[in-house]
């Protein structure tokens, strides 16, 4: 996954992340896997990213999100959340509402 990807990927997570709490003062790692699984499958029917970046990119998303909540999260569950989302071919279509 090349740095532009992960540019691309830092700043929809940083917005959406912004939106969300900003109205619903929450963001868990249900919403958190709501949306990367929706803005990861997106982005591959879309041919913004190729379906072979998704494990990397998922993981990177999930590592976004624990360093946005202190780091609590392990290794060995960052890995099982990433591989979750990257088995996960739903799209909700309220987050790429709010996305785009």
Excluded at 9 to 19: D, I, K, Q, T, V
Excluded at 41 to 63: G, M, Q
Aim: proline share 1%; hydrophobic share 40%.
């Amino acid at each position: 996954m090349d740095i532009l990807l992960k540019k691309k990927l830092e700043e929809a997570f940083e917005s959406y992340m912004y939106s969300f709490y900003t109205e619903f003062k929450r963001f868990s790692i249900e919403d958190f896997g709501t949306f990367a699984t929706t803005l990861l499958n997106y982005y591959i029917n879309n041919k913004s990213i190729d379906a072979v970046d998704k494990p990397e990119a998922s993981y990177h998303l999930t590592t976004l999100y624990n360093k946005g909540i202190g780091n609590r999260i392990t290794e060995e569950h960052l890995q099982i959340i990433a591989k979750a989302i990257v088995e996960d071919s739903s799209i909700d279509f309220l987050v790429v509402q709010r996305l785009f």
